[in-house]
Every structure is written in C-alpha cells, then in structure tokens.
C-alpha cells in the first residue's frame, strides 16, 4: 500500500538553471502524527534501483519531470529535480516559477513500507521505497489530524489520494480558495471544519462528497459554502 507524508521543505530554486531545483523532503528520527519516523538510510537501496518521478500534486497522469540525483544524510534526505521542457509541459514552467516564488513550500512523499521495528514512542520504517515526491498545494488541513494522506478509501478520519489532487487540481485552477479546500477536506475525514460554530443540519456523506468533487458535481460547491 503506498502511503503519504508532507512536509514544509527548503527549496533551492536558482535561476541560471531554469528547471532544475533541490528540496529536502524527509527529515529523519522525527514522529509525524501517524506515530512513525523515517530511519536513516531506510531509502538508501530504492534510490540506488531507481530515482522517483515529480508529479503534479501526487496526479500520476500529469508527471512534470524526473529526480537525478539525491543527498542522504543522518539527518534528512534531499532530491535534485529536473523538470521536463517547460513549452512542452506548462505545467513544469509553473512550478519551478512557484517554487522559486515560495507560493509552493510542501512537498509529499509517496512510499511503500517494506519493514518497520515497533519502539516504545514509534513505528520507525526502517527500509521503504519511495515512488515519487510531489510539490503539492494542500499538504495538510489545520486544526485537524489530516497531515498526510494515504490511500485508502474515504470515510471518517481517511481522505483518498484521488480527492487530495482533485482539489489541489481545482485550486490551481482557481475554482476553489484554500479555505473551501480546507473545508472539503474536512467534511470528507469526517472532522467539523475549523471556524464553524453550529452544526449543520443533514451533514453530506464523505463518500456522496468525494465523489461530487471528482466529478465536478455543482452540488459541491453549495455544500462546502453551508458549512464555510
């Protein structure tokens, strides 16, 4: 099962080398809020199989370019991306410009567990591949345990990769805010989203929600603002 986790990263941008930049997407020995930390080395032989892909906000069907090197230290890992040709992909030309402007600050690794030791304050993975890093919008919700996302099916407590880009799709296209995407998200994991007050009356079923969202159901909309 491939799982996710996001992190606010460092990312090198320069602008002599159009398309090319470096982020540290993994900082080791620290908990995340699933009770797991990434051992050092634990990527160590997957990387040296093969470098992961950069996609879009973790849409497998949007890739806009390869990693080609990487840095493994104790404390962290750090990839060197190249992003593909920018007239051929658009889509590379905006991130590199997003990432440079710092409007892009979080990455989201996309992982397989191959082996984990059970210590008395965490799950440690100690050997996992990694498949792809994505610079993504939405990385996290506030004020709810979403932090990462797995991909699992919906339902209380659990969002699916395929929501998480299809509303990462929708932001970048300017047909939802943030907030609204903070607000989906939140309705689908079954959480009351941050701000509301009074509960609302018939709340929507997370998978009734999800599937609105990736089917651009009109309907969505009406209910993300009855409960923004």
Not at 76 to 87: I, N
Not at 114 to 128: C, L, Q, V, W
Request: charged residues 30%; hydrophobic residues 35%.
């Amino acid at each position: 099962m491939t799982e996710r986790r996001a992190l606010r990263v460092e990312v090198r941008a320069p602008e002599d080398t159009p398309g090319k930049f470096e982020a540290i997407v993994v900082r080791y020995g620290v908990v995340d809020t699933y009770g797991t930390r990434f051992r050092a080395g634990c990527f160590t032989e997957s990387l040296e199989e093969r470098l992961p892909r950069i996609c879009w906000g973790h849409d497998w069907t949007e890739p806009i370019g390869r990693y080609v090197d990487y840095r493994d230290n104790v404390d962290s890992l750090t990839l060197m991306g190249e992003l593909d040709d920018f007239d051929a992909v658009p889509r590379a030309r905006q991130c590199h410009a997003q990432l440079r402007s710092g409007t892009i600050d979080q990455f989201s690794i996309g992982f397989v567990r191959k082996a984990d030791e059970h210590r008395s304050d965490a799950m440690d993975i100690t050997r996992a591949e990694l498949e792809e890093a994505s610079p993504v919008i939405i990385a996290s919700v506030p004020g709810t345990k979403l932090v990462s996302v797995r991909s699992a099916g919906g339902g209380a407590g659990m969002v699916t990769e395929d929501l998480l880009a299809g509303l990462a799709r929708k932001v970048s296209r300017g047909e939802l805010s943030q907030h609204e995407a903070e607000v989906a998200l939140a309705l689908a994991a079954g959480e009351t989203p941050a701000g509301k007050k009074e509960p609302v009356e018939d709340p929507p079923d997370p998978d009734e929600l999800i599937a609105q969202i990736l089917g651009d159901d009109p309907e969505m909309l009406d209910t993300i603002e009855r409960w923004s």
